[in-house]
């Protein structure tokens, strides 16, 4: 999968260097390209805000820079391409909408900044994400989230069980888990795990995460 992010703030995208995501890079299974909107203006001041027609306070992105860097994009690509607007009036990210997204070729990736972006933008524009009500300063940590959660659906990037076992596949947040020591501070590992018995373990687990789910999370219960 190729995914290109079009931003004001390049240098904001550490956490895509590091951990699973790191790892996915260099295995090749996903290829993470980051471009500065600034990079496809065309004035001197490279300005890639203004003023809103009709007044008003704050600023508006202006659609050059963004029809531009898409332009760019995809005459390089060649591939099917999804463009996706980060904002916070978008469809809410779901479990299911990272798994769609994952078998995706192509994805480009807008963050939009100060009061929004020029609304002709949407026209260009597949699929409008927002990663839960309330607002940010920008679209940047919404990508990363977006990002994150495709890319560890990517086959190969996590072993297979691990991704089948996803609260949000099963239905079921995970049962406690426990390591060394058996106790700390007073506060004891339950017998059970420490029992070898498998079948009890596998009964005691499952009790635990329909417990907990119906106790944190009834409306997950399927
Ligand atoms: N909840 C989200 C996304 C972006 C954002 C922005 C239009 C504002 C929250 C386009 C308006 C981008 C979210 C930047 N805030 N702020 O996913």
Redesign the pocket.
């Known amino acids: 999968m190729l995914i290109d992010i079009l931003t004001i703030f390049p240098e904001v995208f550490i956490p895509l260097e590091v951990s699973i995501i790191k790892r996915a890079k260099e295995k090749g299974l996903v290829k993470i390209n980051i471009y500065n909107l600034r990079d496809f203006t065309r004035d001197k001041h490279k300005q890639v805000d203004d003023f809103a027609y009709g007044g008003g306070k704050g600023m508006v992105m202006k659609p050059e820079p963004i029809f531009e860097g898409i332009e760019y994009l995809k005459v390089k690509s060649d591939k099917s391409s999804k463009i996706i607007?980060?904002?916070?009036?978008?469809t809410l990210?779901t479990q299911k909408m990272a798994q769609g997204l994952s078998r995706e070729k192509h994805l480009i990736l807008i963050?939009?900044?100060y009061?929004?972006?020029d609304e002709r933008v949407r026209t260009v524009v597949n699929r409008e994400?927002?990663?839960?009500?309330?607002?940010?300063?920008?679209?940047e940590l919404?990508a990363m989230v977006l990002v994150d959660s495709i890319c560890r659906l990517i086959p190969g990037v996590l072993p297979k069980k691990a991704v089948e076992e996803d609260s949000f596949s099963t239905g079921v947040f995970d049962w406690p888990h426990y390591t060394r020591p058996p106790v700390y501070r007073g506060l004891k590992v339950p017998e059970v795990l420490l029992s070898g018995n498998h079948r009890e373990i596998a009964n005691w687990r499952q009790k635990q995460a329909e417990e907990r789910t119906r106790a944190l999370r009834p409306d997950l219960i399927k």
Do not use: N
């Open positions: 607007l980060l904002s916070p009036q978008g990210l963050c939009g900044h009061e929004g972006v994400i927002s990663i839960g009500d309330y607002v940010l300063t920008g679209g919404p």
